[in-house]
């Protein structure tokens, strides 16, 4: 019986992390088909193009698909895909700031209140928390591509703001208008980035304690398990020693 409910266990992981990549597809296709939509879809012509496949491309969506999700923004029949960002409190006190693409307004808008909500959180205001947090551009590279020096080099000449090294990687800050320009100027050294995008930097963070920690993950998962969200942004802080009690 023992290994009957160990195989039970193991499926039902598999099951849910075949959920959770079929949601991230689904995100990153909408994307794709969202970006090409907005200018031309030609990935060298489009910024914003290019970056969605770049991303969609290291998280490993099928070439068909990219295909398929830029052929998509041409065709009468797509979805009309729009940008809705949300901002709000989550457990603690904290700041978030949601940003979906949504064809459902009433649905995605029922679906984040929801989910905070039960997770004791509250959805503000347009403006709620934004004036806390920079919009910036952020350039991701794995901590493999070299160590802080030579990132902080090679981010320096390429003309960025900022760059913050951790052990999972590498954050290069830009200006919004130079983002693109920065992610090409450092593919000669660094090569092909992780990711570019443009993000919500929060001006101070909170550091939250376990139960607050506890709460506000199973927030940020349910967030991320639906479809319509594309990114959530907060101004937390959670200790190493807070993330190592919680498994």
Known sequence: MAGHSKFKNIMHRKGAQDKKRAVLFSKL???ITVAAKMGLPDPNMNARLRAAVITARKEGLPKDNIERSINKA?????????????????????????????????RTATNVKTAVSKNGGNVGAPGAVSHGFDRLGLIAYPAAVG????????????????????????????????????????????????SVKLAWRPQTQVEVDEATASTLLKLLDALDDDDDVQTVWGNYDIPDAVMEKLG
């Open 147 to 194: 160590d802080a020096e030579k990132v902080f080099e090679a981010a320096l000449e390429a003309g960025a703001d900022d760059v913050e090294t951790t052990e999972d990687g590498h954050s290069i800050w830009t200006a919004v208008e130079s983002l693109h320009e920065v992610a090409k100027a450092l593919e000669p050294t660094l090569g092909e980035a992780e």
């Open 74 to 106: 041409a065709g009468a029949d797509g979805a009309n895909y729009e940008e809705v960002r949300y901002e709000g409190f989550g457990p603690g006190g904290v700041a978030l700031i949601i940003e979906t693409l949504t064809d459902n307004r009433n």
């Open 29 to 31: 296709s909408r994307e």
